[in-house]
């Protein structure tokens, strides 16, 4: 309780007031002696993956106390995927403010950040990096497996997969409104290989939540063992003193790159594991990833790239198998919150070979190669993303003209318009929608296949945007050009009837165009114009956020060398101050 005390100028008093405040719960101060935990409560009715998060959170309290230390619950912002406009991730780097804020200014000693739904977790990470207390991830689990005549179902995969059909004309109103019962059947986040599961798994192989932790399901009895036993660990976390810098190392990173490729994990995380390492000072580049991503074993086979969900990922062992079967590439000295290395917890578990189909093995893995390939080019300098087992085999070296739309507005308008000048070759080009432009880079780079090709058969085409996608979508979908169209990005520069060539084998994307006539559209090339979110949170948004290459954090957000300071002079703006 001593912590980070109230400004009065007096510091006895500061402790003596805080003593009389602190009497509310029925605490004495003996108990403020004790290490003081601070449990970030994300429970919120609107954001449905935290609603049932209540009863973990008093399991979380049990453990804590059992192990000696004084839980204290506080609210942060929740954010949920589907209830959140114009995007989550709008809101990302304002949730991980919030909570490093928090855990800096309150009187605690520790913290379990209780995540889920996509953003939710990077987030988190992202503050408890920078706050750099003792932290512990817990999630509030992944959903059930829903069924529909016999078929599994998967949120969002199949959110996706039926309503193309239902636009295809293969599924009827009431089959549609039947699946849309059946998709989200119990509390917990998303239950395919998603943005969710993925940052969840990445936690977990690089040490900051508690084993088993990604993959058990919302409902299973485990998950409320696993809360409590989240509240033993933070208590021995910090008498221990293990904070974030010491787990999050840049080895820890490369972990977690890896099990993002062993399991076909959300686009997503590769934006937020590097503003992440950038928390930290480290540095972490897309060529890593890719570089990382050529040599890792695709060994999960689960949705959207393979055929299982998150339940089935349970049975077998969860994140556990994983790390086990790829643990000759793994840097397996990094410390975990269970204050042992990653090599010894992993080290008694043995994967059963009745789920060797979920989990493969290492020599016989379900691809070679990871789940995600980064592209260079003169359509995206700085990359571009893929996730080529997602795709369609033969679109992944294809030349195609482009059909451009300069909004997510503009596609809206016109995707489904019968007099689109569009083949099942063409490559559809989305601009504007990055992190400045949208802003916040929405979901909506899994282009919808113009309803007329869907109406011939069409269900892939080549998609090229410099925004984001769910993690559980698929298709031959090239995410995350940077630099964005908004900011003067060559994407933006592209023009109908454009030759497009990409060739993922050479991870390259192409514009193919000659260099004069890209200087001279960039010569006539105005910045576009915005008519919404200009003032407050989005506007600092726009001012301040990075590109995807480096995480779209806030350029503020970055460490800042105490040694060098900053004047009171550039604080304000670098005038004259009178
Ligand atoms: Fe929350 Fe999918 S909607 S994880």
């Excluded at 602190?22 to 449990?39: N, Q």
């Excluded at 977990?204 to 084993?211: D, I, K, R, V, Y």
């Excluded at 992993?346 to 980064?374: K, M, Q, T």
């Excluded at 296949?449 to 993690?471: A, T």
Aim: proline share 6%; hydrophobic share 40%; aromatic share 6%.
């Amino acid at each position: 309780m001593g912590n980070s005390q109230t400004s009065y100028g007096d510091a006895g008093f500061s402790a003596f007031i805080r003593r009389a405040f602190s009497r509310h719960l029925g605490h004495g101060p003996e108990e403020f002696d004790k290490p003081v935990i601070g449990i970030a409560n994300t429970f919120s009715e609107i954001n449905r993956c935290h609603s049932h998060v209540k009863p973990m959170i008093e399991a979380i309290k049990q453990g804590v106390i059992m192990e000696g230390g004084t839980p204290l619950e506080f609210p942060t912002i929740s954010i949920g995927e589907m209830f959140t406009s114009p995007t989550t991730m709008l809101y990302r780097n304002l949730v991980a403010m919030d909570t490093e804020e928090m855990i800096i200014a309150q009187p605690i000693d520790g913290t379990v950040l209780i995540g889920g739904c996509d953003k939710m977790a990077p987030a988190q990470l992202m503050g408890a990096a920078s706050a750099d207390k003792p932290a512990i991830l817990f999630t509030g689990g992944p959903m059930n497996n829903g069924e529909y005549k016999g078929r599994t179902l998967g949120a969002c995969s199949d959110c996706r997969h039926f309503w193309q059909e239902y636009k295809a004309g293969t599924v009827s109103e009431e089959e549609i409104n039947e699946i849309n019962e059946r998709l989200a059947p119990t509390a917990g986040h998303c239950m395919v290989m998603g943005s969710a599961s993925t940052i969840a798994a990445c936690a977990e192989a690089m040490g900051m939540m508690l084993p088993g932790g990604a993959a058990t399901p919302a409902t299973a009895n485990e998950r409320m063992r696993l809360a409590r036993e989240t509240g033993r660990a933070i208590v021995r976390q910090v008498k221990e003193n293990i904070r974030p810098s010491d787990i999050l190392t840049k080895k820890a990173l490369e972990n977690g790159i890896r099990t993002l490729m062993a399991v076909g994990g959300s686009t997503n995380t590769v934006i937020h594991l590097i503003a992440i390492a950038k928390r930290l000072g480290l540095s972490l580049t897309l060529k890593e990833f890719d570089e990382l991503s050529r040599n890792t074993p695709f060994i999960a086979n689960l949705r959207p790239a393979g055929k299982y969900q998150l339940q089935d990922l349970f049975h077998a062992g969860g994140i556990n198998a994983v790390l086990k079967e790829l643990s000759p590439l793994l840097h397996l000295d990094q410390i975990t919150v269970t204050g042992k290395t990653l090599g010894e917890n992993i080290a008694g578990f043995e994967l059963s070979e009745e789920y060797r189909d979920i989990v493969r093995p290492f020599e016989n893995p379900l691809f070679d190669e990871g789940g995600i390939a980064v592209l260079f080019g003169n359509l995206a300098p700085d990359g571009a993303i893929i996730k080529p087992k997602a795709a369609s085999n033969q679109l992944l070296n294809h030349r195609g003209q482009a059909v451009v739309f300069s909004s997510i507005e503009d596609m809206e308008k016109r995707i489904h318009d019968p007099e689109l000048d569009v083949t099942a070759e063409s490559v559809l080009v989305l601009q504007n929608a990055g992190p400045v432009g949208a802003p916040g880079m929405p979901e909506a780079g899994g282009i919808p296949i113009p309803e007329k090709l869907l109406k011939q058969g069409i269900r892939d085409m080549v998609r090229l945007s410099d925004c984001r996608m769910s993690g559980t979508a698929s298709g031959a979908v090239i995410l995350h050009a940077a630099p964005e169209a908004a900011v003067g990005g060559a994407i933006g520069l592209v023009q109908n009837g454009d030759w497009i060539e990409l060739d993922v084998e050479n991870r390259s994307l192409e514009l193919m165009v000659s260099k004069e006539e890209l200087e001279h559209r960039r010569r006539l090339w105005n910045p576009p114009t915005f008519e919404t979110y200009l003032r407050g949170y989005p506007l600092l948004y726009r001012q301040h956020v990075l590109q995807a290459n480096d995480g779209c954090d806030f350029d503020f957000m970055l460490p800042v060398k105490k040694e060098e300071g900053v004047s009171g002079k550039v604080l304000a703006g670098g005038g004259d101050m009178k």
